[in-house]
């Protein structure tokens, strides 16, 4: 029988060799023999279908399959003249099935990367480093997708080279995931945190992949797997460092937000939230009662008409840190991996000035709401944030409400009590 001692000893040492393979300079496609011994030496827990790592290996073997069998392939048939509408239209149609890309990396940016924080394991602005790779990749899919349906389309030579390097670009983010990341949370991540991550999945959806089975890890195994995380030796020092060297090379651009415009308070906010309902549970919460300053709602009321408002709601508080969202259906997704985060590590790297200078307006009392409306899939989103004051005018926080206001583009006419049946119909 293999000693799980051994295999993570092995998989530690293949980690450190595969990061200092990356900081030599080392090209991902040149490393093989790296992935090969990170497959070989999961930790068995992350083997088991539905875990959360298993979902991303998943993935990760579909989208190599697409690029390799059939975008690559397809693409050689069709530049050899150019002229192949057969081979264009299966290229065209990888391409366009790569756009699944988005739930893979929405879910690693925020569910994983938070975990890389959580466990001491990288910065904010390291994962934000990692954040802009994923937002490059998700760019460069886009742009390929476009060029190769224009008409007339472009020199074939452009073309070939231009998904060519969209494949690279995607399959090194697989190798950096499957070689790097994975094995660096193997080990350190409880089994609580991981059933979090798994609920978390739905709300953002997958990748080239069904639906996953469900992985509920019983108490027993969450209690037996975090007595062995308190009692074992923390992860190699030597490997951190090589992690934090390897992505401050990524990339160029600047992560680097000083603290204060970070953070208007505590630093020791907590980070995470692991509970899955209200920290107060008493009997008969609907007799328990909130005196609102107007009127007043139970326990109970209050949780039911958040999750009944055809608005999705964030709070943001003095401190800048996530601190609550509405549980309805939303139109972006949250997961609980946000709640105590500093907000701008909850935006793309290319927005972080922006949602700093909203803040820092609210904050100096420059002004109490934005408002911004975008296109979605055909949908017109409304989005508003708001200064959130108390009577002393004490700032509270940001409130951000999502809203789909497309259905409210045709409306026409008056519809009362009298005359609602004559809408109605026309809804059947």
């Known amino acids: 029988m293999v000693n799980s001692k051994d295999i993570g000893i092995k998989r530690e040492k293949n980690l450190l060799e595969t990061l200092q393979f990356l900081i030599d300079g080392g090209d991902y496609s040149k490393g093989s023999s790296f992935l090969e011994k990170a497959k070989r030496y999961q930790a068995a827990a992350c083997m088991v279908p539905g875990h959360p790592l ?4 998943q993935e990760n073997d579909q989208i190599t399959n697409l690029i390799q069998n059939e975008i690559l392939p397809q693409l050689k048939i069709w530049q050899q003249d150019g002229k192949d509408s057969a081979a264009l239209a299966k290229l065209q149609n990888g391409v366009d099935r790569l ?20 466990n001491g394991l990288a910065s904010e602005e390291q994962t934000s480093k990692l954040w802009q790779m994923d937002d490059d990749v998700r760019d460069l899919v886009k742009k390929v997708a476009s060029v190769i349906r224009q008409n007339p389309m472009p020199d074939k030579y452009f073309i070939e080279a231009l998904v060519e390097k969209m494949a690279y670009q995607v399959l090194r983010l697989v190798f950096q995931e499957e070689a790097v990341c994975m094995p660096l949370l193997e080990d350190v991540v409880s089994t609580k945190d991981w059933h979090i991550v798994k609920q978390d999945e ?7 992949i069904d639906t996953p089975p469900r992985w509920d890890p019983t108490k027993e195994e969450i209690e037996e797997n975090q007595l062995y995380l308190d009692q074992k030796s923390d992860l190699n020092k030597q490997i951190v460092q090589a992690f934090h060297k390897y992505v401050s090379q990524l990339s160029h651009i600047d992560t680097n937000i000083k603290s204060s415009d970070i953070l208007k308070g505590d630093e020791s906010y907590p980070i995470g939230d692991s509970n899955t309902g209200p920290s107060l549970i008493v009997p008969n919460m609907k007799d328990i009662v909130v005196k609102l300053e107007v009127g007043s709602l139970s326990l109970k009321e209050i949780p039911a008409i958040f999750n009944v408002l055809p608005i999705d709601l964030t709070f943001v508080d003095a401190h800048d840190r996530v601190k609550w969202f509405s549980n309805s259906d939303r139109v972006f997704p949250r997961t ?5 985060r500093p907000v701008i590590r909850c935006h793309p790297p290319k927005s972080i000035d922006k949602v700093l200078k909203i803040l820092d307006d609210f904050h100096k009392g420059y002004s109490d709401s934005e408002d911004f409306w975008v296109n979605v899939r055909g949908r017109i989103i409304y989005l508003s944030f708001f200064a959130v004051r108390d009577a002393q ?3 509270l926080g940001c409130l951000e409400t999502v809203q789909d206001i497309t259905k409210f583009k045709n409306i026409a006419g008056t519809k009362t009590l009298e005359n609602k049946e004559k809408f109605d119909k026309k809804l059947e």
Request: with cysteine; hydrophobic share 30%; net charge positive.
């Open 202 to 208: 739905i709300e953002v959806g997958y990748c080239l």
């Open 99 to 118: 756009h699944d890309l988005k739930n893979h990396y929405s879910r690693k940016e925020i569910s994983i990367y938070p975990l890389l924080v959580k």
């Open 336 to 340: 609980r991996s946000v709640i105590g």
């Open 54 to 57: 298993y979902t991303f290996r």
């Open 393 to 395: 005018d004490n700032y």
